[in-house]
């Protein structure tokens, strides 16, 4: 971790385009400004941890979900023989079409 002393109003760079900037210090409070470009996002960390712990619990199933899961694929058919035809039979077409008339 690199570690930065800074009076208010001075500022350090970070890559090419991001300008953090101590702006004021009351006490253990320091207030800080952070120049960069709209697609760059910034989080504290604490809400960036809530983030990411949300984001994995929503993108993991539940157990009840595997459960599911697991109960519907093992009672589909395995083999092609097993499955019933997907599209209708043939079906005559209706007297006077060009098709009807062979």
């Known amino acids: 971790m690199l570690v930065l002393s800074r009076r208010p109003q001075q ?16 006490g253990d409070t320091v207030r800080v400004g952070i120049a960069a470009p709209r697609d760059v996002t910034i989080h504290r960390e604490e809400v960036y941890r809530e983030l990411q712990a949300a984001n994995t619990t929503a993108a993991s199933p539940s157990s009840d979900a595997i459960a599911a899961f697991t109960r519907s694929a093992s009672s589909r058919p395995t083999s092609k023989k097993d499955v019933e035809p997907s599209r209708p039979q043939h079906q005559a077409e209706p007297p006077g079409s060009p098709e009807s008339t062979t």
Do not use: M, R
Not at 11 to 26: A, C, K, Q, R, Y
């Open 11 to 26: 500022s350090f760079v970070i890559g090419h385009d991001i300008v953090v900037t101590v702006l004021e210090v009351n």
